[in-house]
């Protein structure tokens, strides 16, 4: 039959609503609020600092360190447990490789950025909302960056590539699903982030990436309207 | 902190205001939001001053203990997220969430502020189970006082979710609220030298000599006491914070 | 031949392209790629002539050889001392370069102990980032007394304002003590209520800073707040 009309009716190539705020968690020395459809994401950036213990330090190169965490109540349904758990590490590793082109680590040698992601609410896209907000956050706290980075997932439901897979089409059980996570830096286009999860044909594929890049785009602005809005010369 | 500093801080004590220029017994600006989740039973979230804090309310059905088999359970837990301050590292909770957990957990369930009576499904085979979680987003201090008050909120906020006898549906709220008979509100007073103050910044907890944390029904009746603090308290100390705590109280109810 | 892309004065996010063409050069906060020049981190953007670069409007301090700054002291070794500066990175203020002479054997504590603040220099920042402090310029010393805001380093130079005029305004309207450090590190001393006074202008001046008319708008609230008439001094 396919999937002919996405579940919240969407258009196929549209994201949910987006809000994005920076500089919301005042202790941080970045932060920022990121909200795409219900899935909510807050990024904190506390950094460049000293780095403990030791003999972490590298005199040439400073380091980015990336946590992901849900929390207890984010979730329908089950309470999920609090701590560190496997995939809440490999998202926080994939996370830190989306940035990491952007920042020139060697000029903060002897130090770390700590980079936390908290989930208030989750419905899918959480690891893609979560890099949105870590780079207004990163902005936010005047770390040099070459560029900004914006992440979507592309999902294909049944027969349909779609843009931003919310939970429902997540879990779609009239055909098969692909989820296709993907970070995108600005200026080039070039992709940081790239994950999938069920099956895809290669031209599916080639398509999937066109369609994160022009998502991506859009997010872009969002991201960089949000930390214009909380340094702007009110006139 | 050198004994300069402690010293000038007295001197602003002694003429009854704060470095912020409030008055000993003031409290911040308060702000308290119900049902920001979507996706928990029940949310709150709350503001004191720049402090914030998230609280969620998550259900589920369970075994009883075998001791109270006609009663269901209730846990809260707290984790000092390391998004919210720059010294909380990342990590299984330390003391300080313990112990915060642990105080707002103990005004609950001492006031029997729920009925865990009316949680059981059937008895010694289903009882309702309630866990609280307090996340904080910003600590600009006095988390043990925004945390309490977001945990009640929360709770008022909490709608069970339909239930047919097998399978939970988490997505179908019903309209039915938590049995909740009391309000316990919990009031940290901390003491510097020889002055009382209430909702303490980061940089006057640095300062602290001794805290008293006092909750209280609404009657005026004590459920739950924790000190702390390095130094100890003389019983008119305790009288004393008790009653700023008791006095306070009042006032913070309002915003339940 | 050349073409700029935003507006002068404009706050730019990293990655944003501010001009394309040969003809600009790219200064501090910026970067050229093949033609164009591009915005290494969030600023505000300053074009003077050919030159483009952008101003740190947030982010840490970070250590300047010849900066005047407020630093506490976190550790003592047989040495000297180690200080926290609010930056990525200690400062070590070693015992020969000290306000005054030390001994050999002398207890270092009796002179700056764990948590006082001191006023202190910073005369050398490695490649790597270690960083040498001094106490042996004018007006350098211990602080007694008195309270520590900390404030975004980027905002200290409106705080201190031309030649010193915004923070003399300040102290002679509240009579109070204020030593502004170029890390964002402030020492304000004085009565209570004067206190508060200073506190409430320094946060408005951090929040206002890129709006015209800070100085009048300043002179008219320090006014209100104090009940006493300024006179602002041309500065030239």
Same mark, same amino acid.
């Given at each position: 039959?396919?999937?002919?009309?996405?579940?919240?009716?969407?258009?196929?190539?549209?994201?949910?609503?987006?809000?994005?705020?920076?500089?919301?968690?005042?202790?941080?020395?970045?932060?920022?609020?990121?909200?795409?459809?219900?899935?909510?994401?807050?990024?904190?950036?506390?950094?460049?600092?000293?780095?403990?213990?030791?003999?972490?330090?590298?005199?040439?190169?400073?380091?980015l360190r990336c946590y992901y965490n849900m929390m207890p109540f984010s979730s329908v349904g089950d309470r999920v447990r609090p701590g560190a758990n496997r995939r809440a590490k490999e998202i926080a590793m994939v996370t830190e490789k989306a940035i990491l082109p952007v920042i020139d680590l060697s000029k903060f040698p002897n130090s770390v950025i700590d980079v936390f992601i908290e989930l208030p609410q989750t419905?899918?896209?959480?690891?893609?909302?979560?890099?949105?907000?870590?780079?207004?956050?990163?902005?936010?706290?005047?770390?040099?960056?070459?560029?900004?980075?914006?992440?979507?997932?592309?999902?294909?439901?049944?027969?349909?590539?779609?843009?931003?897979?919310?939970?429902?089409?997540?879990?779609?059980?009239?055909?098969?699903?692909?989820?296709?996570?993907m970070a995108v830096i600005s200026r080039t286009g070039e992709i940081s982030l790239l994950q999938m999860d069920g099956n895809l044909s290669r031209e599916d594929l080639k398509k999937a990436v066109e369609m994160a890049k022009k998502a991506c785009s859009k997010i872009d602005k969002i991201q960089r309207d949000a930390l214009k809005n909380k340094y702007e010369v009110k006139k | 902190?050198?004994?300069?500093?402690?010293?000038?801080?007295?001197?602003?004590?002694?003429?009854?205001?704060?470095?912020?220029?409030?008055?000993?017994?003031?409290?911040?600006?308060?702000?308290?939001?119900?049902?920001?989740?979507?996706?928990?039973?029940?949310?709150?979230?709350?503001?004191?001053?720049?402090?914030?804090?998230?609280?969620?309310?998550?259900?589920?059905?369970?075994?009883?203990?075998?001791?109270?088999?006609?009663?269901?359970?209730?846990?809260?837990?707290?984790?000092?997220?390391?998004?919210?301050?720059?010294?909380?590292?990342?990590?299984?909770?330390?003391?300080?969430?313990?112990?915060?957990?642990?105080?707002?957990?103990?005004?609950?369930?001492?006031?029997?502020?729920?009925?865990?009576?009316?949680?059981?499904?059937?008895?010694?085979?289903?009882v309702w189970s309630i866990t609280v979680?307090?996340?904080?987003?910003?600590?600009?201090?006095?988390?043990?006082?925004?945390?309490?008050?977001?945990?009640?909120?929360?709770l008022k906020d909490a709608k069970f979710p339909s239930y047919d006898g097998t399978v939970i549906d988490y997505k179908k709220k019903t309209k039915e609220s938590l049995p909740l008979k009391k309000l316990p509100i919990s009031c940290t007073v901390i003491k510097i030298d020889n002055h009382f103050i209430v909702d303490p910044t980061n940089e006057e907890e640095k300062k602290v000599d001794s805290r008293l944390t006092v909750e209280v029904e609404e009657d005026g009746t004590l459920c739950a006491l924790q000190k702390g603090g390095d130094k100890p308290l003389t019983a008119e100390d305790i009288d004393k914070m008790v009653g700023i705590g008791i006095e306070k109280s009042k006032e913070l109810k309002k915003f339940l | 031949m050349g073409k700029l892309l935003v507006e002068n004065k404009t706050i730019v996010t990293p990655g944003e392209e501010l001009a394309e063409g040969m003809d600009f050069l790219p200064a501090e906060g910026t970067f050229r790629d093949k033609d164009k020049i591009i915005?290494?981190?969030?600023?505000?953007?300053? !074009?003077?002539?050919?030159?483009? =670069?952008?101003? #740190?409007?947030?982010?840490?301090?970070?250590?300047? *050889?010849?900066?005047? $700054? &407020?630093?506490?002291?976190?550790?003592?070794?047989?040495?000297?001392?180690?200080?926290?500066?609010?930056?990525?990175?200690?400062?070590?203020?070693?015992?020969?370069?000290?306000?005054?002479?030390?001994?050999?054997?002398a207890d270092l504590t009796r002179y700056y102990n764990i948590g006082d603040y001191i006023i202190t220099d910073i005369v050398m920042v490695t490649s790597q980032r270690l960083v040498d402090a001094s106490m042996k310029g004018p007006g350098m010393r211990?602080?007694?007394?008195?309270?520590?805001?900390?404030?975004?380093?980027?905002? !200290?130079?409106?705080?201190?304002? =031309?030649?010193? #005029?915004?923070?003399?305004?300040?102290?002679?309207? *509240?009579?109070?003590? $204020? &030593?502004?450090?170029?890390?964002?590190?402030?020492?304000?001393?004085?009565?209570?209520?004067?206190?508060?006074?200073?506190?409430?202008?320094?946060?408005?001046?951090?929040?206002?800073a890129h709006i015209s008319g800070l100085t009048e708008r300043i002179k008219t609230f320090l006014e209100k707040e104090t009940n006493k008439k300024i006179n602002i001094e041309k500065v030239e």
């Open positions: 039959m396919g999937y002919t009309k996405r579940n919240d009716g969407r258009k196929f190539d549209e994201t949910r609503p987006i809000e994005a705020k920076a500089g919301i968690i005042k202790r941080a020395d970045g932060s920022a609020y990121f909200k795409m459809g219900k899935t909510v994401a807050y990024a904190a950036v506390y950094g460049p600092r000293e780095i403990h213990p030791k003999f972490l330090q590298n005199p040439t190169k400073g380091k419905d899918a896209g959480t690891r893609c909302a979560g890099i949105c907000a870590a780079s207004i956050a990163l902005a936010d706290a005047g770390i040099l960056m070459s560029d900004m980075v914006a992440a979507v997932s592309i999902g294909r439901v049944d027969d349909k590539l779609v843009v931003d897979l919310d939970y429902s089409e997540e879990s779609y059980e009239g055909g098969t699903v692909a989820d296709i996570p | 902190m050198s004994i300069e500093q402690k010293d000038h801080i007295l001197g602003f004590l002694e003429k009854g205001i704060r470095f912020d220029g409030r008055k000993l017994d003031e409290y911040r600006p308060i702000t308290v939001e119900r049902g920001f989740s979507e996706n928990a039973e029940g949310s709150a979230r709350v503001t004191i001053g720049d402090t914030e804090v998230l609280a969620g309310v998550k259900m589920s059905i369970m075994e009883p203990y075998s001791d109270t088999p006609d009663e269901g359970t209730m846990m809260i837990n707290a984790e000092l997220l390391p998004l919210s301050n720059p010294d909380f590292e990342p990590g299984p909770p330390g003391i300080q969430s313990i112990e915060i957990a642990r105080i707002v957990d103990r005004g609950i369930r001492e006031s029997k502020a729920i009925d865990t009576k009316k949680l059981c499904l059937k008895k010694g085979e289903k979680d307090i996340c904080p987003i910003n600590d600009n201090g006095n988390l043990f006082d925004a945390s309490a008050l977001a945990v009640l909120a929360a | 915005s290494s981190g969030l600023g505000l953007v300053n !074009v003077n002539g050919r030159v483009i =670069k952008t101003i #740190s409007v947030s982010g840490k301090y970070i250590p300047k *050889t010849g900066d005047t $700054i &407020i630093a506490k002291v976190t550790n003592i070794l047989m040495s000297g001392w180690i200080l926290d500066i609010d930056s990525a990175y200690s400062a070590v203020l070693s015992v020969k370069e000290a306000k005054d002479f030390i001994r050999r054997d211990k602080l007694i007394g008195g309270r520590i805001i900390n404030v975004n380093c980027h905002k !200290v130079p409106r705080i201190i304002g =031309k030649k010193g #005029s915004m923070v003399s305004m300040i102290k002679n309207a *509240t009579d109070c003590s $204020i &030593i502004v450090g170029q890390n964002g590190v402030i020492w304000i001393n004085g009565s209570p209520e004067n206190e508060i006074i200073v506190v409430k202008t320094i946060k408005k001046i951090e929040q206002e």
